[in-house]
């Protein structure tokens, strides 16, 4: 089932596999969630603004994610970051000089725009720097890329990021996250 936009226009992002991976968060125990609007994420924080369980810290900016993350990893909540790949680079310098330095496991769900698909060319380039960056920067990642593996990568990233103390990355895929 796909949304509407406030022109009342189809927006394409699937509710269905959004309410999947959101309720995989809360399955891992996940209690808070930060986010800045965007698309492919409408869902997934429309779900967390709404639920009585999770707590919703939105963002001025993304690099403000890694500073949330880290206070809720210091009070004993657990939380991830939803954020467009965009949105991870501009965040970098948070997660390199807070995280990396201090074994902050960060769990980062991040809107892969820009790879196979696309149709937006202002997504292209992030989309071509996104995984060499996540490499060069030693941050594990994976694809969230079907609805019979969400559950599984989901609980097996937050396992990796809490044992390794370390920021982990799930890519959301527009096979997963769009309905076309």
């Not at 927006?11 to 309410?19: A, E, F, I, R, W």
């Not at 996940?30 to 869902?43: D, G, K």
């Not at 310098?93 to 820009?114: D, E, F, Q, T």
């Not at 559950?151 to 076309?180: C, F, G, H, N, Y």
Request: include cysteine.
């Amino acid at each position: 089932m796909a949304g509407a936009d406030l022109d009342g226009r189809n927006m394409p992002v699937s509710l269905t596999n959004s309410k999947l991976i959101f309720d995989a968060l809360k399955e891992c125990d996940i209690r808070m969630v930060s986010a800045l609007p965007e698309t492919w994420l409408v869902h997934l924080i429309r779900l967390a603004d709404d639920d009585p369980e999770m707590t919703l810290v939105r963002l001025a900016k993304e690099e403000e994610a890694v500073g949330v993350s880290a206070g809720a990893y210091f009070a004993g909540v657990k939380s991830a970051m939803l954020m467009q790949n965009h949105g991870f680079l501009a965040s970098i310098n948070g997660i390199v000089s807070l995280a990396h330095l201090y074994k902050i496991p960060l769990l980062m769900l991040i809107s892969y725009r820009g790879s196979f698909g696309e149709r937006d060319p202002w997504q292209t380039q992030g989309g071509n720097v996104t995984e060499p960056l996540l490499r060069a920067l030693g941050i594990p990642y994976s694809f969230l890329d079907a609805v019979e593996t969400v559950k599984k990568r989901i609980r097996q990233a937050q396992t990796l990021a809490e044992s390794s103390l370390q920021p982990v990355a799930l890519l959301l895929t527009r096979d997963l996250m769009w309905e076309e």
